[in-house]
């Protein structure tokens, strides 16, 4: 059966909110999903996306409205302005690549960088940070940090930008199944509805 492929930023908080349904949907239907972390300041900047800071203050303040409705749904704690956001997410994003590469287990590792980001207080741009997420995830971090910097680890990833692009994707999180694009983790739904409509 097709996995889902997941193109998501590493810095995103809603890919934060969404990750655990995420991995439910794909457990219940017993389908793979292909993690593929992007650059999303490159994606915005071909197809017209806006970068938080540079938003209007009435789409900023929307977004801290949305995120305070779906946290209280979720029951999941979010600093809406955490002190370190959306740094680098370049060697995170590598990590995580490097990682999928090695046969280790992505979905509690990206959780682990998010979380770190959003609800921890922790900047994911540090390589001290990163170190120490790698070793509560009980990975070897001096291991996954080195592979991470080898060029074939960082083609993969400018690769993964393009191919989203190529996709249609233009925004954090989306997921690709059967061809068909779903936008944001309110859209999970819709995703395990395309699922069983394809069996």
């Known amino acids: 059966m097709t996995d889902i492929h997941y193109y998501f930023w590493m810095n995103s908080d809603w890919a ?3 990750a655990d349904r995420l991995e439910a949907i794909a457990r219940r239907h017993g389908i793979g999903i292909q993690y593929r972390p992007v650059d999303l300041p490159s994606v915005y900047s071909r197809t017209g996306g806006v970068l938080l800071g540079q938003r209007a203050a009435e789409r900023q303040a929307y977004r801290i409205a949305e995120l305070k409705r779906w946290c209280r749904k979720l029951g999941i704690h979010v600093n809406l302005e955490p002190a370190y956001m959306c ?3 370049s060697l995170a994003s590598c990590i995580v690549i490097a990682a ?3 046969g ?3 979905y509690p590792l990206c959780k682990a960088i998010l979380r770190a980001e959003w609800s921890e207080e922790r900047d994911i741009s540090s390589v001290e940070t990163l170190h120490a997420i790698l070793a509560e ?3 070897d971090g001096s291991q996954l940090i080195a592979l991470a910097q ?10 993964y930008t393009e191919e989203a692009i190529g996709h249609g994707v233009f ?3 989306s997921y690709l199944y059967h061809g068909e694009l779903f936008w944001g983790q309110d859209r999970l739904e819709m995703l395990e509805e395309a699922i069983v409509a394809s069996r």
Do not use: K, N
Not at 150 to 159: L, S
């Open 16 to 18: 934060y909110l969404g």
């Open 87 to 89: 740094p680098d997410a």
């Open 100 to 102: 999928d590469r090695m």
């Open 104 to 106: 280790a287990e992505v």
């Open 137 to 139: 995830q009980q990975l």
């Open 150 to 159: 080898e060029p074939e680890i960082a083609q993969a990833y400018r690769r």
């Open 171 to 173: 925004g954090s999180p």
